[in-house]
């Protein structure tokens, strides 16, 4: 299974998502992440890298844009908004069939979004970071389901 996790700008929240999957280490499951407007290249936020760290879930990232190459891939693909959805539905309305948001496709609630970080305190970034990792186990458990 090929999970793509989509954010704004691909620097704080589908990272931390992608980390937190692959650090899971589930067999015949890959993660990338993409952002709808990523700076190609660009490093992961400090205070994300920070709280990856902290977690020793240590990895290299730079920033992908998404692309039609990226949603080729992607078996499944997980937005933190709901505006993240609709924008790449409007983009690419043939992925529709396997584009949720993070909190619907694990049963979270379907019209909740993940707090953006971005420029926020470390303490924010905490959070979304336990919230996020909260969802990938709720992820974890649905793969191991089916």
């Known amino acids: ?11 704080c929240r589908s990272p931390m998502a992608e980390v937190i999957l692959k650090h899971k280490q589930i067999d015949n499951v890959e993660v990338r992440s993409a952002g709808i407007y990523a700076m190609p290249n660009a490093e992961m936020s400090a205070h994300a890298q920070q709280v ?14 998404l692309s039609i190459t990226e949603m080729e ?5 997980l937005t933190m908004t709901t505006a993240h959805k609709d924008t790449i539905i409007a983009n690419y309305p043939h992925a529709e069939r396997k584009v949720f ?7 979270a609630g379907s019209t909740g979004n993940v707090v953006d970080p971005y420029g926020g305190s470390i303490a924010i970034y905490k959070e979304t970071f336990a919230e996020i ?9 649905k793969i191991e389901e089916n």
């Open 1 to 11: 299974m090929k999970i793509l996790f989509v954010c704004t700008g691909n620097t």
């Open 52 to 65: 990856v760290d902290e977690a020793n879930m240590t990895q290299q990232h730079l920033a992908t844009q």
């Open 73 to 77: 891939w992607a078996d499944l693909i």
């Open 101 to 107: 948001t993070l909190k619907e496709y694990t049963g």
């Open 133 to 141: 990792t909260e969802l990938v186990e709720r992820l974890v458990k």
